[in-house]
């Protein structure tokens, strides 16, 4: 169980301005699979993991994080969902539903 969401990018979106994107906001990683954390004051417990594939012609981006994480995760979980709509357009898809952000409790 966890928070899980799928930004869904038209196939004309390049896959490297994708990850130089992600790369800008804090992740790290290589190939299609990245990880976000930041070691500040213990407010991130788990960070959040990001992957990415091609599936009909659509680039879709996936992160997530357990269900025990704290609200800094989830908050900046949502923080790159809507950045990712933002500059590449599509839509994306949470637990919550489409293009809905996780509530942070």
Request: proline fraction near 2%.
């Amino acid at each position: 169980m966890g928070y899980d969401a799928t930004n869904y990018l038209s196939s004309s979106v390049s896959k490297k301005k994708v990850i130089d994107f992600i790369k800008m906001v804090g992740f790290t990683g290589r190939g299609d699979v990245y990880y976000f954390f930041k070691d500040e004051d213990y407010k991130y417990l788990y960070g959040v993991w990001l992957d990415m594939r091609v599936n009909n012609d659509e680039l879709l981006v996936h992160t997530r994080t357990p269900i025990y994480c704290s609200p800094h995760d989830l908050q900046f979980q949502n923080y790159v969902i809507k950045q990712i709509r933002h500059y590449f357009g599509g839509y994306f898809i949470t637990d919550c539903g489409t293009n809905r952000y996780f509530e942070i409790e």
